[in-house]
């Protein structure tokens, strides 16, 4: 089992920047792949950024060039930088990670972007 703690969220006017970070704990040995999503009031929750153990990235249309998904391994940590931020950037954003097959997600951490 994976515990996922986020932190970083909070409100930012658009064109701001803020950085999530996610920390690992468990059985953080067999983790394939991390990634960050996010849920708006009134929508399901969809995909953000992912990184693999291999460090390959993919990215959600609507952020890319915008956000970097990075990883600390020292730190066990994830991290989404995210600039040029939007108001439809506002959500609640949580921390994933896969590992033998189990998903398992952080708490949520919320992202508000004031126009």
């Known amino acids: 089992q994976v515990q996922l703690v986020e932190s970083g969220g909070g409100l930012v006017q658009a064109g701001g920047s803020l950085r999530l970070s996610c920390k690992a704990s468990?059985?953080?040995?067999?983790?394939?792949?991390m990634g960050w999503y996010r849920q708006a009031p009134g929508k399901e929750r969809e995909l953000v950024a992912t990184?693999?153990?291999?460090?390959?990235?993919n990215y959600a249309v609507s952020v890319t060039g915008r956000f970097t998904i990075s990883r600390d391994n020292a730190k066990n940590t994830v991290y989404l930088q995210m600039n040029s931020l939007k108001p439809e950037d506002t959500a609640v954003y949580y921390c994933?990670?896969?590992?033998?097959?189990?998903?398992?997600w952080g708490q949520g951490t919320q992202v508000t972007v004031s126009s």
């Open positions: 994933n990670a896969w590992s033998n097959g189990i998903s398992s």
């Open positions: 468990g059985n953080i040995f067999r983790i394939n792949s």
């Open positions: 990184i693999t153990s291999g460090d390959i990235t």
